[in-house]
């Protein structure tokens, strides 16, 4: 089984005290790369650590996420797009990035103009974005729409609908990536009836830790070796075997972020 995270902050404090720990369960469940992103300025620093410690199971990617945006945004979005620019063979994407007005509607336009910048910014370094987005979806692909040129995207903790699939590719282009997380498993999710519209060839695992913890460990710290639900309950729902999903889905991972296997 080769399974790859596409998604983890297993760089925060929740992690201190036992991330030897969780990297040796996340390999004994077959994780074989972890794909970590950092959210904002301060998190550069301990993701790079970390990246370090695990330089074979990790790979990083930088942004601005549309919830750390606050009066200190600019000063934030020069340190993030420097270390990027510097290091940018040290990246696999840009990201997270994204609108989110689940939380805070009041910085809406300061998250559309940060969206777009570091859009522009992935597609000048050449780098796919990670992008979050949550009860702003018109806002997101509009905002997609506006730029000059489209960048390879990821719709990560995707929790939509087919319609909603099929929405983003036309904006985003066919060629765009879905993330399916522990949401996959709740009990309310619909998430499942969106996979066929996805398709294996655009679909790729995360966990999100450490939050959103699949079914049976919900409501708890996840990690990564937690993917083995999500993925167990996808394989299921495709009526594939696991380890056919395990493999296409590595697969997507490679295609997507690079050459990261
Ligand atoms: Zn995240």
Redesign the pocket.
């Known amino acids: 089984m080769k399974l790859v995270d596409t998604?983890?902050?297993i760089y925060l404090n929740e992690f201190d005290g036992d991330i030897t720990g969780v990297m040796e369960r996340a390999i004994d469940a077959g994780i074989i790369k972890m794909v970590l992103?950092a959210?904002d300025a301060g998190s550069i620093k301990p993701m790079n650590d970390l990246h370090r410690a695990y330089p074979d199971l990790t790979v990083m990617a930088a942004g601005l996420?549309p919830t750390e945006i606050g009066d200190d945004a600019d000063a934030q979005m020069k340190i993030i797009e420097q270390e990027l620019r510097e290091n940018r063979d040290r990246y696999v994407a840009i990201?997270?990035i994204g609108m989110d007005l689940y939380w805070d509607k009041s910085r809406r336009d300061q998250q559309i103009h940060y969206f777009s910048y570091q859009c522009r910014l992935a597609t000048e370094l050449d780098l796919p974005v990670?992008i979050?987005c949550r009860e702003a979806l018109d806002e997101t692909l509009r905002a997609i729409s506006s730029l000059p040129k489209t960048p390879r995207s990821i719709f990560?903790?995707f929790s939509g609908t087919a319609e909603d699939v099929a929405t983003i590719r036309r904006i985003a282009g066919q060629d765009t990536y879905f993330g399916i997380n522990g949401i996959v498993t709740f009990k309310k999710s619909r998430v499942a009836e969106a996979l066929p519209q996805i398709g294996i060839e655009h679909l790729l695992l995360?966990t999100?830790a450490p939050?959103l913890s699949p079914v049976p460990f919900r409501g708890k710290r996840n990690e990564p070796s937690y993917i083995r639900h999500t993925a167990d309950f996808i394989a299921a729902s495709l009526e594939i075997s696991v380890d056919e999903l395990a493999d296409r889905t590595s697969q997507n991972a490679q295609h997507i972020f690079g050459s990261i296997l």
């Open positions: 998604h983890t902050h992103p959210c996420h990201g997270e990670i979050h990560h903790s995360e999100d939050y």
